[in-house]
T-cell receptor, first 111, second 114 residues
Framework: KNEVEQSPQNLTAQEGEFITINCSYSVGISALHWLQQHPGGGIVSLFMLSSGKKKHGRLIATINIQEKHSSLHITASHPRDSAVYICAVRGYGGSQGNLIFGKGTKLSVKP | GAGVSQSPSNKVTEKGKDVELRCDPISGHTALYWYRQRLGQGLEFLIY????????KSGLPSDRFSAERTGESVSTLTIQRTQQEDSAVYLC????????????FGPGTRLTVT
């Protein structure tokens, strides 16, 4: 079983729909990252959070430490949101530079 | 300002050859990370440099892989005696003060071993 599980693997939505991507993890963490990987391969960091909720524009990320679960929400989705969304966690101990990645959720937003 | 840059953007090499991949982090960023993404797979951590501390090499898959960083600037990832399974996109990222900070990713180097 992977230490970081994302669901769904693939998601197709119509423009304007509200989207939720889920991430569950099995290890104790000090922080969780949400990343966006564009079709061309470039990766952008969307959020880094260790508790509660963060919002940036139409994107909202939440985390529940007790349940070891995080969600990424996209409101009023747009075709330009089409990308792979990756959840990654940073554990305790060691250098803490070692991120453990989920396999990603491929989102396609149709006009 | 300038982001993280990597070179070359694409590299095709023959099995058994050595390759060097370069990463220029954002100026002033003390932390630098190397990751690998094989086709259709998720990202894998390779190595992490933080300031003058000993690097975290726990993700390097074999002793054919090594990386160096000069101070808080350029880093090179070297793969010796390349194998076909080394084919992947190699991504570099940097962050301001270390693992507690947001990471900024470079565009990656696509390595193909024939």
């Amino acid at each position: 079983k992977n230490e970081v599980e994302q669901s769904p693997q693939n998601l197709t939505a119509q423009e304007g729909e509200f989207i939720t991507i889920n991430c569950s993890y099995s290890v104790g963490i000090s922080a969780l990252h949400w990343l966006q990987q564009h079709p061309g391969g470039g990766i952008v960091s969307l959020f880094m959070l260790s508790s509660g909720k963060k919002k940036h524009g139409r994107l909202i990320a939440t985390i529940n430490i007790q349940e070891k679960h995080s969600s990424l929400h996209i409101t009023a989705s747009h075709p330009r949101d089409s990308a792979v969304y990756i959840c990654a966690v940073r554990g305790y101990g060691g250098s803490q530079g070692n991120l453990i990645f989920g396999k990603g959720t491929k989102l396609s937003v149709k006009p | 300002g300038a982001g993280v840059s990597q070179s070359p953007s694409n590299k095709v090499t023959e099995k058994g050859k050595d390759v060097e991949l370069r990463c220029d982090p954002i100026s002033g960023h003390t932390a630098l990370y190397w990751y690998r993404q094989r086709l259709g797979q998720g990202l894998e951590f390779l190595i992490y440099f933080q300031g003058n501390s000993a690097p975290d090499k726990s993700g390097l898959p074999s002793d054919r892989f090594s990386a160096e960083r000069t101070g808080e600037s350029v880093s090179t990832l070297t793969i010796q005696r390349t194998q076909q399974e080394d084919s992947a996109v190699y991504l570099c990222a940097s962050s301001l003060q270390g693992a507690i900070d947001e990471q900024y990713f470079g565009p990656g180097t696509r390595l193909t071993v024939t």
